[in-house]
């Protein structure tokens, strides 16, 4: 961090590690954000309050700017806000998927690293359907910030994206995220439930991949979730009914519909769903080629499937 403070001022360097030290006795990170360390966090809230919002990410390897007048005052203030649990992206505004800065705010789920793992999945699945066909059409559902379909129109730039969310506030802040990384002319966010949007000859049979971050915790568990996650982020992006698997049997059952020939189902779940969800695509019979996705420690986070007729 030496190196990072190194334009800063003799007072201004002397506030930062004050706050470094306030935050250190008083912060753990929340296991789904394991970015958000102790250093990252007072970077994240020192670039916020310079007015050049950051990611925990990107802000640990980003010279800091010198405060301002007022700078000061605010870089207390959301040391204190963080402390009193407000997550940081909620913060700066900012959070870091695949490689992008993205707008993060309370209208939708912030987005996870543990959801990139999905997201490599259907990145290579679409890369599977640009070779064969030049292109590629997807649509991803539940799709909150818009995290997935823009960082898929990013990394995969003959594809077309399509959106949609119950929230018309997570619409919105989709369609925001699009703007802010260019991506307008090719990812467009619609309001609807699940894949209700698309039910038109336009998409019927003709799309490559749907793909999936689902609301999949069980409603009881939605409220033994820390106070962080529950008070600040919509109950919406996390209850997914009684055995937390609703949306999820809804997508798995809709899918096909929409899906051309070979085309491919990716959707993330949550701990200990994947064998389970893994035998229901097994029964389905429209469904073949299934892969699942596993994290560090091994346990299935996501599922991949094709279409077969």
Same mark, same amino acid.
């Given at each position: 961090?030496?190196?990072?403070?190194?334009? &800063?001022?003799?007072?201004?360097?002397?506030?930062?590690?004050?706050?470094?030290?306030?935050?250190?006795?008083?912060?753990?990170?929340?296991?789904?954000?394991?970015?958000?360390?102790?250093? @990252?966090?007072?970077?994240?809230?020192?670039?916020?309050?310079?007015?050049?919002?950051?990611?925990?990410?990107?802000?640990?390897? #980003?010279?800091?700017?010198?405060? !301002?007048?007022?700078?000061?005052?605010?870089?207390?203030?959301?040391?204190? *806000? *963080?402390?009193?649990?407000?997550? &940081?992206?909620?913060?700066?505004?900012?959070?870091?998927?695949?490689?992008?800065?993205?707008?993060?705010?309370?209208?939708?789920?912030?987005?996870?690293?543990? #959801?990139?793992?999905?997201?490599?999945?259907?990145?290579?699945? &679409?890369?599977?359907?640009?070779?064969? *066909?030049?292109? !590629?059409?997807?649509?991803?559902?539940? #799709?909150?910030?818009?995290?997935?379909?823009?960082?898929?129109?990013?990394?995969?730039?003959?594809?077309?994206?399509?959106?949609?969310?119950?929230? #018309?506030? @997570?619409?919105?802040? @989709?369609?925001?995220?699009?703007?802010?990384?260019? &991506?307008?002319?090719?990812?467009?966010?619609?309001?609807?439930?699940?894949?209700?949007?698309?039910?038109?000859?336009?998409?019927?049979?003709?799309?490559?991949?749907?793909?999936?971050?689902?609301?999949?915790?069980?409603?009881?568990?939605?409220?033994?979730?820390?106070?962080?996650?529950?008070?600040?982020?919509?109950?919406? !992006?996390?209850?997914?009914?009684?055995?937390?698997?609703?949306?999820?049997?809804?997508?798995?059952?809709? !899918?096909?519909?929409?899906?051309?020939?070979?085309?491919?189902?990716?959707?993330?779940?949550?701990?200990?769903?994947?064998?389970?969800?893994?035998?229901?695509?097994? *029964?389905?019979?429209?469904?073949?080629?299934?892969?699942?996705?596993?994290?560090?420690?091994?346990?299935?986070?996501?599922?991949?499937?094709?279409?077969?007729?």
């Amino acid at each position: 961090m030496n190196a990072a403070l190194a334009g &800063l001022g003799a007072d201004q360097q002397g506030l930062y590690r004050a706050l470094e030290r306030e935050l250190a006795g008083r912060f753990a990170p929340l296991p789904d954000q394991p970015a958000e360390t102790a250093a @990252a966090t007072i970077a994240a809230i020192w670039h916020a309050a310079a007015g050049r919002p950051l990611s925990a990410r990107a802000a640990l390897d #980003t010279p800091l700017p010198p405060l !301002a007048a007022g700078g000061e005052a605010l870089a207390r203030d959301l040391l204190r *806000r *963080r402390l009193e649990g407000t997550p &940081l992206a909620h913060l700066t505004g900012r959070q870091r998927f695949l490689g992008l800065e993205m707008i993060a705010s309370s209208d939708a789920l912030i987005p996870r690293e543990e #959801t990139e793992l999905l997201g490599r999945a259907a990145l290579a699945a &679409l890369g599977d359907a640009v070779a064969s *066909r030049g292109e !590629a059409l997807a649509i991803d559902v539940c #799709t909150g910030s818009g995290n997935l379909a823009a960082a898929l129109a990013f990394h995969e730039p003959r594809a077309r994206l399509w959106a949609a969310d119950l929230s #018309t506030e @997570a619409v919105d802040l @989709a369609r925001r995220n699009a703007a802010f990384l260019g &991506l307008e002319a090719r990812v467009t966010a619609v309001a609807g439930d699940l894949l209700a949007p698309f039910d038109t000859d336009e998409f019927r049979g003709r799309v490559d991949l749907v793909v999936c971050n689902p609301p999949y915790i069980s409603s009881a568990k939605v409220d033994q979730m820390a106070p962080e996650i529950r008070g600040h982020e919509p109950r919406l !992006a996390f209850d997914g009914g009684p055995f937390g698997i609703r949306i999820l049997a809804r997508l798995i059952d809709a !899918a096909p519909a929409l899906l051309r020939e070979g085309g491919v189902l990716a959707f993330e779940v949550g701990l200990g769903q994947g064998p389970g969800l893994r035998r229901r695509l097994e *029964r389905h019979g429209r469904y073949a080629g299934i892969r699942e996705v596993a994290d560090a420690q091994g346990s299935v986070r996501a599922l991949v499937a094709a279409c077969v007729t």
